[in-house]
Each structure stands twice: as C-alpha cells, then as structure tokens.
C-alpha cells in the first residue's frame, strides 16, 4: 500500500482500515459477531455517557430533590456528580470549539448524516442532549484551551483560512445532526471512557479522517454505523499514538521529542548539506515536526491526500516508522527552496507545505526509496 494506495471501490478501504487498526480480524468468519458485539458496546455508552447523564440534569432542573446538602452545584467534592458534570462540560466545550472547525476546506462535516443517531434524536427523549448543553453552558473558553504546543501552532495556514466564519455555525434543525456533531459525541465518549488524557486539541484531526472515510462508505450497511466503527478504530489508534498527546512524556523515550529527533537524524544522514542549513538558521524540529507527526499530516494536505498517506501509515508495520520516512521525504523534495531561503521564508515553507497539483505520490515514493535503503 505505500505507494499503490488503498481502492475506496466497494468499501474497500474501510474493510482494510478497519483491519490495520486491528478493529477486525483478519479471519472473514468473525467479523459479523465482532461488529455486532462493538456497536451494541458503543450504545451502552451512548445511554451510560450522554443519556443517563442528561436525563439526571434534566430532572436536576425540574426537581430540588437531588440537590442535597451532601450533593449540590458548589460542592467541591471531586465524587460529585454536580462536580464531574462541569468537568465534563469544560472538556465538551473545547471539544465543540474544535470539532467546528474541522476540515473547513471541506463541506462535507457540515452537511446533514444520512444516518442521525436515534437514540439521541428520539423526540420523545426529553433528556440535556451535548447540542443543548453547549447552548446553556456559560463557561468561557478561555479556561478550557488544552493546547501544549507553545512555539509549535496545532493549526495549519492551510486548514484555517475558512475558519472563523465557520465558528458561528448553527446546529441542524431537530431531528437532523450534521457530521461534525456526530464527531463531537466520539470525542466526548473517547474522553470520558480515558479520563487518564481526556481530550487534546488535535485528536479533532485524527478522528475526521477515519470517520470521513467510513461515512462516505458506498456500503450502507456500514456506512449505517459510521459512528460506531470510527470511535474503536480511533480508539485503538490513539492506544498506539497517545504519547504523542501526553506533555509529560514529551522529553521520554516514546515521547514526541524523540521522535521529532529521528527525523533530523534521518535527514543528517540522506542530505547533510539540507540538515545543517536548517541548524545554522536554527530552525528546531518543534517548530513544523510537532504537527507532523502529532497529527499524522492531517494539518499539511487536503482530506483526500491525508487519507491516501494514511493507506500507507496504516499498512506500516513498523507502526509509524514509514512517517519519519515521509517527513524526511517532505523536507527532501523541498531543498532547493530551503537552502535558498532564509529563517521567515524557511519556516512559512514548513508551516504551510508547498504541494503542487495535490499530488502525495512523489512524497510516498521518496518516502520509500529511504525505507528501502536502510
């Protein structure tokens, strides 16, 4: 797959990444009771993490009785409902912020789902839905930002540019969800279920393309339950990539700074001459990498070009090793222009990747040709 691609044909890219990020397994005969057993598991924590919760909050409103001294909105008890539910509410705030803007270029997370959840969209739930806790909460965003990067913006030139007009967006009529929304809800699941990290800015970018693919399935028996699929296909991606998240295991081992190092390392060795450019300017690894590799390019490239080097990150079975490869690749293919510019010049290169016509394959190639040569 690194430079054939996966076929979107059939589904078939969703059947092999469902398989790579070991969702499924590779014997046909499991995979109807595998997919039955994790979608029923995904509705027992819809009803447990947004149903139950919300029904509580609505009656919360209705009655004083569950305002106790021993459990009231003030009580600083961590156990306290009242106290997990504006903990809650901070993460779903930024979740919200961020699952908005997503892929701004594309329209497709602002259209209407084929396939609204019914649970959720039941008119006869009269339940605090995540639309409608969002509407009330008064928290300001200010105190709820998760972005660690510092010097390294999480956010591409490339993907914000539609971005502030895309803030004010409204939420579909009743009965309608629109995609990113249904995005929002995995998010909130995956950050309850993993209190441990939560949510960070950023795994808004690592679940859109998976969800996108799966969404779009020309399936519908699968593309039925997009949700459910892409919340324990990103679920296990994060398992894998996690650390990249975590800021107190940057500097370790399997940390980030370390894998940002291999990068210039691998360059050091394929184009001296390119490496030490970039030292004498001191342009550090964190200041373009850090996206790179957090966010598995899906700031750098349109959707369609993220999804195809995502057929080949996938198929790695060095598990992301083949990444360091494209990013060495990616800094390669533009010497030229590097060892010609100065610091600003260089670093707008980096920060908004120069792609001509769209096209990743001479990236994957390059990509290739380092991984065959070691």
Not at 132 to 139: F, M
Not at 193 to 215: D, H, K, R, S
Request: hydrophobic share 40%; net charge negative.
């Amino acid at each position: 797959y690194s430079l054939a691609g996966i076929p979107f044909e059939s589904g078939i890219r969703c059947l092999c990444w469902k398989i790579l990020l070991n969702y499924l397994p590779t014997d046909r005969v499991l995979w109807d009771s595998v997919l039955k057993k994790q979608r029923e598991t995904y509705t027992h924590f819809l009803k447990e993490m947004i149903i139950q919760p919300g029904i509580a909050k609505a009656n919360h409103g209705l009655s004083r009785e569950d305002v106790t001294l021993e459990d009231h909105p003030l009580n600083p008890n961590p156990d306290s409902r009242w106290n997990t539910y504006f903990k809650d509410n901070e993460v779903l705030l930024q979740i919200d912020k961020d699952v908005r803007r997503l892929c701004p270029d594309f329209s497709f997370f602002l259209n209407p789902t084929e396939y609204p959840c019914q649970l959720i969209m039941d008119p006869e739930n009269e339940y605090e839905t995540l639309r409608k806790r969002v509407e009330q909460t008064t928290l300001k965003s200010q105190t709820v930002a998760r972005n660690r990067s510092g010097l390294t913006n999480v956010s591409s030139p490339l993907k914000t540019s539609a971005s502030h007009a895309l803030g004010d967006l409204e939420p579909l009529g009743s009965g309608c969800e629109a995609h990113w929304e249904v995005v929002e809800r995995i998010l909130f699941i995956y950050a309850k279920l993993n209190p441990g990290i939560a949510y960070v800015q950023g795994m808004n970018e690592i679940v859109g393309p998976i969800y996108y693919t799966f969404a779009t399935n020309p399936n519908s028996t699968w593309k039925e339950h997009a949700e459910a699929d892409t919340f324990f296909c990103f679920t296990n991606l994060m398992a894998e990539i996690r650390d990249n998240f975590i800021k107190s295991l940057d500097d370790s081992q399997c940390g980030i700074t370390s894998k940002m190092e291999g990068v210039y390392s691998m360059l050091k060795e394929d184009d001296e001459e390119l490496y030490l450019k970039l030292q004498e300017q001191n342009i550090k690894p964190q200041f373009f990498a850090f996206r790179w590799l957090t966010l598995l390019l899906s700031q750098e490239f349109v959707l369609p070009d993220v999804i195809r080097i995502w057929d080949s990150l996938f198929a790695d079975e060095n598990r992301f090793d083949f990444l360091l490869k494209v990013s060495c690749a990616m800094l390669i293919l533009i010497r030229d222009q590097l060892l010609e510019g100065d610091f600003t010049v260089n670093m707008r290169l980096l920060q908004d990747y120069p792609l001509s016509d769209g096209d990743v394959l001479p990236i994957l190639k390059k990509a290739k040709e380092l991984q065959d040569s070691k």
